[in-house]
Antibody, heavy 121, light 107 residues
Framework: QLQLQESGPGLVKPSETMSLTCTVSGGSISSSFYYWGWVRQPPGKGLEWIGSIYYRGSTFYNPSLQSRVTISVDTSKNQFSLNLTSVTAADTAVYFC?????????????WGQGTLVTVSS | DIQMTQSPSSLSASVGDRVTITCRASQSISSFLNWYQQKPGKAPKLLIYAASSLQSGVPSRFSGSGSGTDFTLTISSLQPEDFATYYCQQSYSPPRTFGQGTKVEIK
């Protein structure tokens, strides 16, 4: 069974770049069945998909964030990462990484516990 | 983007009640619809995928139905551990989008 764990700073200053890493255990990030995704949730609000990456590096992003988002993968470490540039208070949220099962159907089946990132000076 | 609209936004129910939550897509998404349960401070948990397939390990009191634009999540007999927020999510086309959530509270 897959396990995912987010890591990274919990506090980021406005206009700076936020970076998070998700470590995958219990399976290979190089699986052909999975993309690997990021989802965020502002305090008290709903879920927003940020983007997903395949182990070979192909990505797709939410157009609402595409200009500021980069997702990368490191297969040697079984990790994938999120960079979000020019952050503002609106980017304050719990950030989840998730396995993005993708075959003839698609769903997020395993999730990290989430990490709160606060944007504040 | 495909907009997902859930109703109601919240509901109060008692243990043992039958609960139904609906989700409507702004365009046809075939059966590319998933349901998640989220408890406070926790990650979402996949309940139903492809509109009606029960995720492994999820109790059979949960069921999903629908296709096209209208979908339903049903809890046949509400249990104490089912009080949570439920989200639908479409996987028909990017960007993947979620409904705004339905909070199920204790009456």
């Amino acid at each position: 069974q897959l396990q995912l764990q987010e890591s990274g700073p919990g506090l980021v200053k406005p206009s700076e770049t936020m970076s998070l890493t998700c470590t995958v255990s219990g399976g290979s990030i190089s699986s052909s069945f999975y993309y690997w995704g990021w989802v965020r949730q502002p305090p008290g609000k709903g879920l927003e998909w940020i983007g997903s990456i395949y182990y070979r590096g192909s990505t797709f992003y939410n157009p609402s964030l595409q200009s500021r988002v980069t997702i990368s993968v490191d297969t040697s470490k079984n990790q994938f990462s999120l960079n979000l540039t020019s952050v503002t208070a609106a980017d304050t949220a719990v950030y989840f990484c998730a396995s993005d099962y993708t075959t003839d159907v698609n769903y997020f089946d395993y999730w990290g516990q989430g990490t709160l990132v606060t944007v504040s000076s | 983007d495909i907009q997902m609209t859930q109703s109601p936004s919240s509901l109060s129910a008692s243990v043992g009640d039958r609960v139904t939550i609906t989700c409507r897509a702004s365009q046809s998404i075939s059966s590319f619809l998933n349901w998640y349960q989220q408890k406070p401070g926790k990650a979402p948990k996949l309940l139903i995928y492809a509109a009606s397939s029960l995720q492994s390990g999820v109790p059979s009191r949960f069921s999903g139905s629908g296709s096209g634009t209208d979908f339903t999540l049903t809890i046949s007999s509400l249990q104490p551990e089912d009080f949570a927020t439920y989200y639908c999510q479409q996987s028909y086309s990017p960007p993947r989008t979620f409904g705004q959530g339905t909070k199920v509270e204790i009456k």
